[in-house]
């Protein structure tokens, strides 16, 4: 897969800021109370346009929701791609998890056994330590804004 390329398939960590503590509604899930800071989500596209439609997806705005992330869209600041095919994100919700100050029980797992797949950090140094584990297991391609 070459660097610029994102038609593959993959998982994907998006990594959201909110630069103020804000109740937001949250599909079915309810109103939710989110903490100032930096927020990672987990998931994967393997449906038809892989990571290239779902990002695109994601960094666009939209007229309806479809996913629980999709209400957090304004706070997207960055996606990390890993493109080798393979579905991380229920492993990548596991070691998030541990290193996380805070999960958002229930969020973005409804077809899993994970309890979440978006993690809260109060500072960002936990979360680019993570990124540079994953680096060097080659499980990510890029990062970008
Ligand atoms: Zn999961």
Do not use: T
Request: hydrophobic letters at 35%; a positive charge; aromatic letters at 14%.
């Amino acid at each position: 897969m070459k660097k610029d390329d994102h038609d593959g398939k993959g998982s994907y960590i998006i990594v959201l800021y909110l630069d103020k503590s804000k109740k937001i509604q949250i599909g079915k899930l309810g109103q939710l109370k989110f903490k100032k800071g930096y927020y990672a989500y987990v998931g994967s596209a393997f449906g038809p346009g892989g990571l290239k439609s779902r990002i695109k997806h994601h960094i666009e705005p939209k007229k309806s929701y479809h996913w629980h992330i999709d209400y957090l869209d304004p706070a997207v600041k960055e996606v990390w791609v890993s493109g080798y095919g393979e579905r991380l994100e229920h492993e990548w919700a596991g070691l998030l998890g541990e290193i996380a100050s805070e999960k958002i029980i229930g969020f973005g797992c409804s077809d899993c056994s994970c309890e979440s797949h978006l993690f809260y950090f109060k500072s960002f140094r936990i979360l680019q330590n993570f990124q540079k584990v994953l680096f060097k297991k080659n499980m990510l391609l890029l990062g970008f804004d």
